[in-house]
């Protein structure tokens, strides 16, 4: 299925030469991990790591969405989602449609919100996104806002050491468990704040209020490590290579 002209970006050609280089088969470290822990820190049941291809949009880390691995390009909502430099937000699909894309999907899925980020490589072109989608209506808060582009840097990272580890043919099996620490911790962190959040009778009682705030600074913390040791990772990579 080609590609709907609307949906094609300024600098498609120099976007899909971009996108050739993570491209690579293979499982990349923690992609599993790392969307699922997105999905945690936005409580939404779905969250996405996607390649926009030539005609397709495939999904290189998935939490929570029943599809394909890839799907056309022409119904996805990631691929409007790359057209602009900043995030990409329906708080209802309902009330609010994307017109540029068949709604086909959308529909069948039953999705309701959609926030997406684009991945921006070192030279500017967009190859993907980082999405957080439910199947209820609602609103990012300011800081959200600001963590999904944070985020979406880690997404690129993680991409970036697949690509090296692809290259190389080879591993940093001693890095590895930092990582995993550093996730399965803000994990099981996240889960107890959310816990405590659901016994209070309201989002703004004092409580409440502290739980949220504990919960953002797990999200910069934990942004904040998955940077330094990812930066670290390909450092070693690109020396070793």
């Known amino acids: 299925m080609n590609t709907p002209s609307h949906l094609l970006s300024s600098n498609e050609p120099q976007r899909l030469a971009a996108l050739q280089a993570y491209q690579v088969s293979g499982d990349a470290p923690f992609f599993d991990e790392f969307v699922r822990l997105t999905g945690k820190l936005f409580q939404v049941p779905i969250a996405l790591v996607s390649l926009v291809e030539a005609d397709t949009v495939w999904f290189r880390g998935n939490a929570g969405l029943d599809a394909p691995a ?11 989602a790359i057209l602009s430099d900043e995030a990409t937000v329906f708080e209802d699909l309902h009330q609010q449609p994307c017109s540029l894309v068949a709604p086909t999907a959308v529909e069948a899925l039953g999705l309701r919100f959609y926030a997406g980020y684009p991945l921006h490589t070192s030279s500017g072109e967009a190859v993907g996104t980082l999405c957080v989608i439910d199947r209820q209506p609602r609103t990012l808060a300011p800081e ?98």
């Open 70 to 80: 890839r799907v056309p390009r022409s119904v996805s909502l990631c691929s409007a």
């Open 144 to 241: 959200e806002l600001a963590l999904l582009p944070q985020l979406a840097a880690v997404a690129l990272q993680l991409l970036d050491v697949q690509v090296e580890l692809a290259r190389q043919r080879g591993t940093l099996a001693s890095l590895w468990p930092d990582i995993y620490q550093a996730i399965a911790g803000s994990l099981s962190r996240l889960d107890t704040l959310v816990g405590l959040a659901q016994w209070e009778e309201s989002p703004d009682t004092p409580a409440a209020r502290a739980y949220q705030a504990s919960r953002r600074e797990e999200a910069s913390l934990l942004v904040s490590t998955l940077q330094q040791q990812l930066a670290q990772a390909l450092r070693q990579l690109r020396a070793a290579g």
